[in-house]
Each structure stands twice: as structure tokens, then as C-alpha cells.
């Protein structure tokens, strides 16, 4: 029959401590019994020795021995029965030369010839061992007896019963067993203890069962697409799955380390180590815009998870983009409306003359501020961007201007991130100035370039920033404003977060001061964004030094799709 294997995790524990605790304590008893008898033998071998070496320094026994002849009753008979009582040895034997005895515990053997070899101590050697002789077996040993000159006369061979050394040997047998059988009990005692306590804390599971979750984790945790970042109660990374591997750029050396020594300062590295607390937070790595959660757990530690919506942001930006251009040809349907309705007015009074003019003046004005635009700004895409902008500025009552230093050439690396940073730059001096109503509110934009790095400031008329919040206006999820219903598919402060990384990530910078006369100006410098021509330096070979403040430069400036 077979015995079933305990399934609880404490019953295996204390199953493999008990079989364990018990084989250490049999294996302990074993290893101390085996040189307890060896050191008992050897105790009681030199203590036969001793007495014997004790017995043959008597100078009597010597001139006794050489003067008198084996008798039961003689002197060497008498002194050898006196030593062995006083000393409680099996027998002390002294015999001659020759090997005869002339003392023995039987005194029917004195006279006779001892039983073993007694050349070595009549050599001058001393012998000890366990042998058995004619009373059994014993711990023996055998030295040689000199007279008062140092010649030897005979020896003396002192025996102890070996089964007294046994009997001590077992003797002590009961006492190591119980030391162990407290032992083992105390280990039984712990084993439980600790059995309980790992019960309590793996709720009962069993140890095939806690290996099924741990694969299942394991699984679970890098084959889900979203980052899973743990910390312990120190703060360090204990886990990180593939997705949060690949939003963070970690490897498996992050494991052990703290979020500030593998990450940059940013506010995903704060939510990480718990400076920044919330549900869904914004955050932003690598380009990549994240939505982080960090959860406490019991034991002191954290995790984190992170969502990818990056792709949802840029489909965000792209519907704003179109919704951007709807407003833009709304205020174009509507300015050609009022230009129509113009016309009609003039020719309905017969005014033809007058009609032609007007219509030349509107087509021309048109024409020479996109050509005005596309003159400055070759890139289509920036200079699209800027037409369109001014529409969506001219309907909401705001001049978008283009200044009279604007000078960008058609050598933009990757036009998609200038315009990213425009737009972004753009959207937030409207939402400005709109929200802050002033005499003949603007919004100015300037692109110039400088060698290769390409420099983009946009002014406004709006209320500023305060010195105070000019580093915190470019952190992921700060803003200043509430989210429109139209922008309610993502979060708000994104923009200017994403310029900074992106100015970062060309090793440039991006910031904000104070416009003389009131309002923000943004700056942004982009090092390598523009390629060089024919392999030589661009216009010019100076690098990029924003001026502390920035005037509105209303002299050349040029006002894109009218004013409000």
C-alpha cells in the first residue's frame, strides 16, 4: 500500500524536519559513542601504564626479585597484591628475566611462565595494548624492572578488566540518549512552531500548488502588455516583466537596484520610488507617455504598473489636429461668407467696379500671407501648420504673427517633431491669451535656424507663467488648466512635458520667461534638427543663446490670416 504524501505545506515541513532532526541526532550519537569507546580504551591503558611504571620504580621490588625466589608468600608476591588493591587493577604480574612469574591475583601461577611474549619489556620497551591473558581480557600494559644500577631484572605487566572500560562505555549510552531524545524534542517543538507559522502565511496551499502559481506568474506577469514594475520595503526593484522592460528601457540589472540609480530624474522615477501619489498618473519616458499606478503592499514594498498610451495620445493629437482644422475651415467658411455676402451687396448695387477690386484684394491678401509663410518657412508641414493655426487665432480673436526674424530652411532632419513642438507650443499661447483678455491680444511666433540646431520661440500677450512654476509647467500631468469636453478622450498636461523630453532628446532645452509688457515667452533650441548642406556648417556656426526676455518685435512682423 501506498503511503499518501502530505499536501499541506506545513505537513511537509514537518515531515522532512522531523526525518531530519531525528537522522542528525541518530548520526550525532553514532559519531560521539564511536570515540568515547576508543578514548576510553586508551584512558585505561594508560592508566595501566602508570601503574605500572609506578609499581617497577619501587627500588625494593628490584632487590626483592634478585634475592629472593617465586613464592606465594614472598615479598615481591606481597607488594604486588598491596599495589593492585590500592590502584583496583585486574592483576599486576612481575616476573624475571626468563619470563617466569613471581606475583599473580591466582598464586597457583607464580612460577610458571607468563602466557605472552614478554621480550619487548625485558628488551627495555614499553608495551601497552588490549589483549587477553589468562584472566580474560584486559587493558594491559608491560614495562621493564631495573635494579639501583639500570639493569633490567624483569619486568611488571598491570592488566585492567576490560569490561569495566565496556561497562563505562555502556554506562553513558542511556545518558547520550536521553540529551538526544531532548534534542530531538526541541527540534520537533520548533519544527512545529515554524510549520504553523508558514501555514499561516501560505494560507494552507500546498507546495505543488505553490509551484503552479508561481509558473502562472511568471507567465502571467511577462506575457501581459502592461508594465509591471515591484519594489520591496527599501525601496529597491525586485521585479520588472518584459512590457515594463521595454517602456523603461531595464534589463535584468535593474533587479537589486534602486529607481533613481537605473532611471532618470522624471516623474515616472518619482511615482516608482512614491514622491508622487495617485491613481492614474501621467508620466512620460522615452517619448512615450504612460499611465502609472502604484500600489502598496503588505510587507512594506510596492507595485507599480504602467500603461502604454501612446498610441492612444497621438490618436488623440491627430483628432484634435482634425478638429483644429475643422475650426479653421469653419472661420474661413465664415470669413468667406461675410466676403460673399460683401460681393453680392456690391453687385446687387451695381457697384461691378468696386466688386472686382474687392475680390482682387481679398484673393491677393490671401495669397501673399501663405506665400509670405512658405517664403519663411520652406517645410510644408510647419508652414501648413502655421496657416492653419491662424485661422483657428483669428476666429477666437487672437493675431497670430509670424516675426520679422523668421527664417527656417528646407533642411529639416524630421519635421514631424517640430511640429509637435510647435503645435504644442502654439495650442497653449491661444488657450493664454484667449483666456486673458487684453487690447489687441497676439501670439508671435519666430523659427530661425543657427547652424544645424534650430531655435523656436512663441510670445504671447497672455498672463505669464511666475518664476515659481516655470520648471513645474513642463512636468507630466501639471497643468494649469481643466480639461474641455473636447479633449476629454486624454489627460491634461502632456504638451510640454512631450516638448521637454523632445528637446531633451536632441540635447537641447526648452523654457520659459518673461515677455517685456506682459506675458510668456517659450523657447526651444534643437542642436542637429536641421542637415547641413553640401556636407559644410548651416547659416550660421554660432550656437543657440536665448535672450533673457523677448519683445513683441511688432516692427516687420507679420500678421498671418488677418486679426481680430
Not at 629472593?68 to 615481591?76: A, K, L, S
Not at 595494548?129 to 584472566?135: Q, V
Not at 562505555?169 to 515554524?194: D, E, Q, W
Not at 512614491?274 to 502604484?294: C, E, H, Q, T, Y
Request: net charge positive; proline share 5%.
Amino acid at each position: 500500500m501506498r503511503i499518501p504524501r502530505p499536501r499541506r505545506i506545513f505537513a511537509h515541513v514537518l515531515t522532512a524536519q522531523v526525518t531530519i532532526t531525528t537522522g542528525v541526532m541518530v548520526l550525532a550519537t553514532g559519531l560521539f559513542l564511536a570515540p568515547l569507546g576508543s578514548e576510553l580504551d586508551e584512558q585505561a591503558m594508560r592508566r595501566a601504564l602508570s601503574i605500572a611504571q609506578t609499581t617497577a620504580a619501587d627500588p625494593d621490588l628490584a632487590r626483592e626479585l634478585v634475592a629472593t625466589r617465586p613464592d606465594p608468600r614472598g615479598p615481591v608476591q606481597a607488594d604486588a597484591e598491596r599495589i593492585r588493591k590500592a590502584t583496583g587493577a585486574l592483576y599486576i604480574v612481575v616476573m624475571d628475566t626468563r619470563g617466569v612469574r613471581w606475583s599473580h591475583t591466582r598464586t597457583a601461577e607464580i612460577g610458571r611462565h607468563v602466557s605472552t611474549d614478554p621480550s619487548r619489556p625485558l628488551a627495555g620497551r614499553e608495551v601497552r595494548g588490549i589483549d587477553t591473558g589468562t584472566l580474560g581480557r584486559s587493558a594491559r600494559a608491560k614495562v621493564p624492572l631495573r635494579d639501583g644500577r639500570g639493569r633490567i631484572v624483569g619486568a611488571v605487566s598491570v592488566g585492567i578488566a576490560y569490561d569495566s572500560v565496556r561497562g563505562r562505555l555502556l554506562g553513558t549510552i542511556p545518558g547520550v540518549l536521553r540529551y538526544a531524545g531532548a534534542a530531538l524534542a526541541v527540534g520537533v517543538l520548533a519544527t512545529l512552531a515554524v510549520s504553523r507559522s508558514l501555514r499561516r502565511r501560505t494560507h494552507g496551499v500546498a507546495f505543488a500548488d505553490i509551484s503552479a502559481l508561481l509558473d502562472e506568474r511568471e507567465a502571467m506577469l511577462h506575457g501581459i502588455r502592461e508594465g509591471v514594475v515591484a519594489c520591496d520595503r527599501n525601496g529597491r526593484i525586485r521585479l520588472v516583466n518584459d512590457e515594463a522592460g521595454r517602456l523603461l528601457g531595464l534589463d535584468a540589472s535593474a533587479a537589486g537596484r534602486a529607481p533613481d540609480e537605473v532611471l532618470p530624474p522624471s516623474r515616472t522615477t518619482d511615482v516608482l520610488t512614491g514622491r508622487v501619489a495617485g491613481p492614474d498618473l501621467l508620466a512620460v519616458s522615452g517619448g512615450r507617455v504612460l499611465i502609472a499606478n502604484r500600489v502598496p503592499t503588505r510587507d512594506g514594498g510596492a507595485v507599480v504598473t504602467l500603461r502604454d498610451r501612446t498610441e492612444l495620445e497621438l490618436l488623440g493629437r491627430e483628432l484634435d489636429s482634425t478638429q483644429g482644422l475643422l475650426d479653421a475651415m469653419r472661420a474661413q467658411d465664415h470669413e468667406h461668407a461675410n466676403q460673399l455676402h460683401t460681393l453680392r451687396g456690391l453687385l446687387e448695387l451695381g457697384r461691378y467696379e468696386r466688386a472686382v477690386a474687392f475680390v482682387a484684394e481679398v484673393a491677393s491678401a490671401h495669397r501673399a500671407s501663405a506665400e509670405q509663410i512658405a517664403e519663411r518657412v520652406p517645410d510644408p508641414l510647419l508652414s501648413a501648420l502655421l496657416v492653419g493655426k491662424a485661422a483657428i487665432a483669428a476666429e477666437r480673436g487672437v493675431a497670430l504673427r509670424v516675426s520679422a526674424a523668421t527664417q527656417l530652411p528646407d533642411t529639416v532632419v524630421d519635421p514631424r517633431d517640430l511640429v509637435t513642438v510647435l503645435g504644442n507650443l502654439l495650442d497653449n499661447a491661444l488657450d493664454a491669451v484667449a483666456g486673458h483678455r487684453r487690447a489687441e491680444p497676439f501670439v508671435e511666433v519666430e523659427l530661425r535656424a543657427e547652424g544645424t540646431t534650430a531655435v523656436l520661440r512663441v510670445s504671447d500677450t497672455g498672463p505669464g507663467v511666475p518664476p515659481a512654476m516655470r520648471e513645474q509647467i513642463f512636468a507630466e500631468g501639471w497643468s494649469t488648466k481643466a480639461a474641455p469636453p473636447a479633449a476629454a478622450h486624454r489627460g491634461r498636461g502632456i504638451g510640454l512635458a512631450l516638448v521637454r523630453r523632445l528637446a531633451e532628446r536632441y540635447g537641447g532645452m526648452a523654457r520659459v520667461t518673461a515677455r517685456a509688457g506682459g506675458g510668456a515667452v517659450f523657447t526651444v533650441v534643437l542642436p542637429e534638427a536641421l542637415a547641413r548642406k553640401d556636407g559644410g556648417p548651416g547659416p550660421s556656426g554660432a550656437r543657440s543663446r536665448p535672450p533673457e526676455s523677448h519683445d513683441d518685435r511688432a516692427s516687420g512682423a507679420m500678421t498671418v490670416g488677418g486679426s481680430a
